[in-house]
């Protein structure tokens, strides 16, 4: 399965926004100006130099994935040039990382635009050290927790697996938020002394008020660089924010960028879906997060995988269903469907007649749908669904309706 999704969706920021939003909260950051043409590189470009009184400069394809380097999306400009060129040579790419879809095999994603930044290792880059830090929620623990090692500028994953010591945590209480002592820790486990210790704990704690201010459910500041001075600075930043939470922060859903998100999910949420795509074979409608939950897993009982989370809500009338319909049939490896409803609030015939008219309305469904519909007036909702004359089956029990899924898929 592409990724473990509940009803918690997130929103990413690019590199330049996620920056954008560490500096509000007084976060030190490496400096740069986005472009999204090589004549708005050059200008940006000019700018950074002048600042830094060097004419080095770093490029960073700006899209949503991690390893931009790696697939040749960052670059060094040592001159206007070089700027030039690389600049020239990264808009418009398709750029293949490890976390584009489908990886280094998959086609990549597109590159619209670069971010010019500062080379933040001058002028001393020997005496730099690159460091990381994150922040997330354990959910197990039920609190957020800062991850942190001496090892920056690598994968996390290949630290923590072939040297586990070298990876910290510090475990931070949601209601008393982070301590001085606990940024003092860090700080002291990163083997800093000196101005660094005291940039750190400073870096540390602006971070963590980011990171509860923003709603967010991720920060990964890989590297976090020590530089020659004992500055603290977020040369690279991952950020994700809570989707539930942005209706707290219009400025930050205006950084939304569709076009780096999935295009049938953008689709869904127009339609005030709640719609996460997976990697199966069943599509799945259903109302109400736990039942999404309890559907997925008894199609995986049944044999299949889930095609997607899609959760119609308390309104799942004709015009709703039908755009459910819709948006899991756009995945043609769907081989049936799955529509699991509660009907607490929702009247069970209601649904059930919106699924006829659905059915009819579109007119070219070719796969089994099967639905299991269980509360207000289910009876009167499984004769409309046997009385309709259509390839739709009904359940009632639970075990029925993946013994249905089971058949469907032969």
Same mark, same amino acid.
């Given at each position: 399965m592409r990724r473990f999704t509940n009803y918690f969706k997130t929103m990413n920021l690019h590199e330049y926004q996620g920056k954008e939003l560490l500096k509000s909260y007084g976060v030190a950051i490496q400096d740069g100006i986005v472009a999204h043409s090589v004549e708005e590189a050059v200008d940006a470009y000019k700018k950074i130099t002048e600042k830094t009184g060097s004419p080095f400069a770093i490029i960073k394809a700006q899209i949503h994935a991690g390893g931009r380097g790696k697939g040749g999306g960052v670059k060094f400009a040592k001159n206007l040039d070089s700027l030039k060129e690389q600049a020239g040579n990264i808009l418009g790419m398709m750029l293949k990382t490890p976390q584009t879809p489908g990886g280094l095999d998959g086609p990549g994603k597109l590159v619209s635009k670069v971010l010019i930044a500062e080379d933040a290792y001058l002028p001393n880059p020997d005496a730099c050290k690159e460091l990381y830090i994150s922040i997330l929620t354990d959910r197990e623990k039920r609190c957020n927790v800062i991850i942190y090692s001496t090892e920056g500028g690598m994968d996390i994953e290949t630290v923590a697996e072939e040297t586990p010591e070298l990876v910290h945590k510090e475990y931070v209480d949601p209601t008393l938020g982070l301590q001085a002592f606990q940024a003092r820790k860090i700080a002291f486990n990163l083997g800093l002394s000196g101005t660094a210790f005291k940039e750190m704990t400073r870096?540390?704690?602006? /971070?963590?008020? +980011?990171?509860?201010?923003a709603d967010a459910t991720l920060f990964e500041i890989n590297p976090c660089l020590r530089d020659g001075n004992g500055?603290?600075?977020a040369v690279d930043c991952k950020v994700s924010l809570d989707d539930n939470a942005l209706y707290r922060h219009a400025d930050l859903e205006a950084m939304r960028d569709t076009d780096e998100e999935d295009p049938i999910e953008v689709e869904a949420k127009e339609f005030g879906l709640n719609y996460v795509n997976l990697d199966g074979n069943v599509g799945c409608m259903v109302n109400g997060a736990g039942l999404a939950m309890a559907t997925m897993d008894i199609i995986k009982l049944s044999g299949g995988e889930p095609a997607n989370? *899609? #959760?119609?809500?308390?309104? +799942? &009338? @004709? @015009?709703r269903v039908e755009q459910a319909f819709h948006i899991i049939l756009k995945e043609p490896r769907v081989k049936a469907i799955l529509i699991n409803i509660f009907g607490g609030i929702v009247r069970c015939d209601r649904v059930a007649q919106g699924v006829v008219d659905a059915y009819k309305n579109m007119g070219n469904i070719?796969?089994?749908?099967?639905?299991? /519909?269980?509360?207000?007036? @289910? &009876? /009167? @909702?499984?004769?409309?669904? #046997?009385q309709s004359g259509l390839a739709v089956h009904s359940a009632? *029990? /639970?075990?029925?309706?993946a013994a249905l899924v089971k058949k469907a898929l032969g």
């Open positions: 870096f540390v704690t602006s /971070l963590y008020k +980011a990171f509860v201010g500055r603290i600075i989370f *899609l #959760d119609v809500g308390g309104t +799942a &009338d @004709a @015009a070719t796969v089994p749908i099967i639905v299991r /519909l269980q509360g207000t007036n @289910a &009876d /009167l @909702a499984k004769e409309i669904i #046997d009632i *029990l /639970l075990k029925d309706a």
